[in-house]
């Protein structure tokens, strides 16, 4: 089974699609999440990062290009959701976090629940410590100049910007940032159903 992180190739078609899985979150959080990384120094300037940083142009438009480009993320989630793979949406497990173990665990086929008495406690200390709380506290002691990935720790820079909060992109793209995100990505959000837009946005 793979934990797939986009920095791989989920594209090569060796690996089986029923043996992936992988975590999705709104698009539209996740460019204002590199918009913020990449328009500011350091996590305390983006946490309060106004629309004016998100109207930057250039920020925005190497955020689609990296993320969303031909054969890029949003197209390979497409390409292995067909393939069989187990997709997990942020959204619905950010508050609940803990159905996360038991949902791994059924789709491998195992009742995690009746592997002793000490699940509740091991399950507990699993979830306490993959928590946003213990990776904003992982970050913090690494520095806010750490950028790269580390396979020890399994951070990869600064990764929370915003506090892991669902929906931030309502409060920092301005109207005409969500037209232009509208129009290049429309396609791929209606997929996953992400179609909330603000009623007064011009599409």
């Given at each position: 089974?793979?934990?797939?992180?986009?920095?791989?190739?989920?594209?090569?078609?060796?690996?089986?699609?029923?043996?992936?899985?992988?975590?999705?979150?709104?698009?539209?959080?996740?460019i204002c999440?590199?918009?913020?990384?990449?328009?500011?120094?350091?996590?305390?300037?983006?946490?309060?990062?106004?629309?004016?940083?998100?109207?930057?142009?250039?920020?925005?438009?190497?955020?689609?290009?990296?993320?969303?480009?031909?054969?890029?993320?949003?197209?390979?989630?497409?390409?292995?959701?067909?393939?069989?793979?187990?997709?997990?949406?942020?959204?619905?497990?950010?508050?609940?976090?803990?159905?996360?173990?038991?949902?791994?665990?059924?789709?491998?086929?195992?009742?995690?629940?009746?592997?002793?008495?000490?699940?509740?406690?091991?399950?507990?200390?699993?979830?306490?410590?993959?928590?946003?709380?213990?990776?904003?506290?992982?970050?913090?002691?690494?520095?806010?100049?750490?950028?790269?990935?580390?396979?020890?720790?399994?951070?990869?820079?600064?990764?929370?910007?915003?506090g892991g909060?669902?929906?931030?992109?309502?409060?920092?793209?301005?109207?005409?940032?969500?037209?232009?995100?509208?129009?290049?990505?429309?396609?791929?959000?209606?997929?996953?159903?992400?179609?909330?837009?603000?009623?007064?946005?011009?599409?």
């Amino acid at each position: 089974t793979l934990k797939v992180d986009f920095l791989n190739r989920v594209n090569d078609r060796s690996i089986d699609g029923r043996c992936i899985v992988s975590t999705y979150r709104d698009f539209r959080d996740v460019i204002c999440s590199h918009a913020r990384r990449g328009g500011s120094q350091g996590l305390p300037a983006c946490i309060g990062c106004d629309s004016t940083e998100l109207e930057q142009r250039e920020i925005l438009v190497r955020t689609l290009g990296r993320l969303f480009h031909k054969g890029g993320q949003a197209q390979q989630l497409m390409d292995v959701d067909g393939r069989g793979a187990l997709l997990l949406r942020y959204e619905h497990f950010v508050h609940c976090s803990d159905v996360l173990v038991d949902v791994l665990g059924y789709w491998l086929g195992v009742d995690l629940s009746e592997s002793g008495d000490d699940y509740p406690e091991w399950k507990d200390r699993v979830l306490q410590d993959s928590s946003i709380e213990k990776n904003l506290q992982r970050a913090e002691e690494l520095g806010h100049s750490f950028r790269k990935y580390d396979p020890q720790t399994g951070i990869h820079g600064r990764h929370i910007s915003n506090g892991g909060k669902v929906g931030g992109w309502r409060t920092c793209m301005t109207p005409a940032v969500q037209a232009h995100v509208r129009n290049q990505l429309g396609s791929y959000l209606d997929f996953f159903n992400y179609t909330d837009w603000d009623t007064d946005t011009p599409v």
